[in-house]
């Protein structure tokens, strides 16, 4: 009996193993990228939450240690007033709609700068990178014009333009265009020649060469010229609204920072300065850092939690 089990059992034919019909194989693809797209949310949520923060734990830190210090030296008010003492003045503009006016007034006229300088900047660098005899010609002049201090063309912009807005608009501009031009060209030449040959066999023009080719490969060092050309732009017009008041200017921070000095009052000159740095670090979180990220993983340069 046993050996009749046995011979039963072998000559039984083997069960052949579950397959998964294709329906089911799709809805576990489908599951397995939901849970790898929650994951993934899940995470981005919190480097988000930790990124943000981050500056206010710091920024925190700071205030607690400037008001200790105010508490224990007891520094002369007229020369350092306290946290309280210069949020009471930011308070106050507030109220009286005075830093709404100078916040609009600089940031428009930051904004609009910026724009002209790109307009400018970008044709530009795009012509100096692709000609050796332009840029050995005027290549060393727009290295040297960015690292001029702006501040050096606000008595010529003054000559020149009068107390108007198109004195602030020069500075800013002279601050700005040589920074996004020199960006642009780096880019330019880190651009692997492959791009230009695989574009004059398709038949690019040397205008579609630069505008569909070159520039968008650049992209990066581009970007990063636009950042460091918006900051020499905000640089630009604080010191060019600190030195031209009067006349037909509009009141901007550069303005208010300048009467805090006229009046001797600290509490609105730290009032002025943090409404400036506030205003760039905005700018720096919610335009131009995204925006740097974003160009540098769709290209593979930047892993999503590096930075």
């Not at 039984?12 to 993934?40: C, H, I, M």
């Not at 050995?136 to 009068?162: M, R, T």
């Amino acid at each position: 009996m046993q050996h009749e089990s046995t011979l039963t059992k072998a000559e039984s034919p083997s069960r052949p193993p579950a397959q998964l019909r294709p329906e089911d194989d799709r809805a576990l693809e489908k599951g397995l990228d939901n849970l790898q797209q929650e994951t993934r949310v899940q995470s981005s949520w919190k480097s988000s939450i930790t990124k943000a923060l981050l500056p206010v734990a710091a920024l925190v830190a700071v205030i607690y240690v400037w008001q200790m210090y105010v508490w224990i030296v007891r520094p002369r008010p007229d020369q350092l007033p306290g946290p309280l003492d210069v949020f009471g003045t930011l308070g106050t503009l507030w109220q009286s709609g005075e830093a709404v006016e100078t916040v609009l007034t600089s940031l428009q006229r930051g904004v609009v700068g910026f724009i002209i300088a790109v307009v400018i900047a970008t044709p530009l660098g795009l012509v100096l990178a692709q000609s050796r005899i332009l840029r050995g010609a005027f290549g060393p002049l727009i290295s040297g014009l960015q690292v001029l201090p702006s501040v050096a063309w606000v008595p010529a912009a003054v000559i020149w333009f009068g107390l108007s807005d198109a004195t602030i608009y020069f500075v800013v501009l002279m601050g700005a265009i040589p920074s996004i031009t020199n960006g642009l060209i780096a880019g330019v030449d880190h651009v692997p020649d492959q791009h230009r040959r695989v574009g004059h066999v398709l038949g690019a023009s040397r205008w579609e060469l630069a505008t569909r080719i070159v520039l968008p490969a650049a992209l990066p060092s581009y970007v990063s010229g636009l950042k460091q050309g918006w900051a020499f732009s905000w640089r630009s017009l604080m010191a060019a609204e600190i030195i031209a008041t009067g006349g037909t200017l509009g009141f901007g921070l550069g303005a208010l920072l300048d009467q805090g000095r006229q009046f001797s009052s600290m509490s609105t000159v730290i009032a002025a300065i943090l409404l400036i740095l506030f205003i760039g670090i905005v700018v720096e979180l919610l335009i131009f850092g995204p925006l740097e990220r974003r160009l540098l993983r769709r290209r593979g340069l930047l892993t999503g939690g590096s930075r």
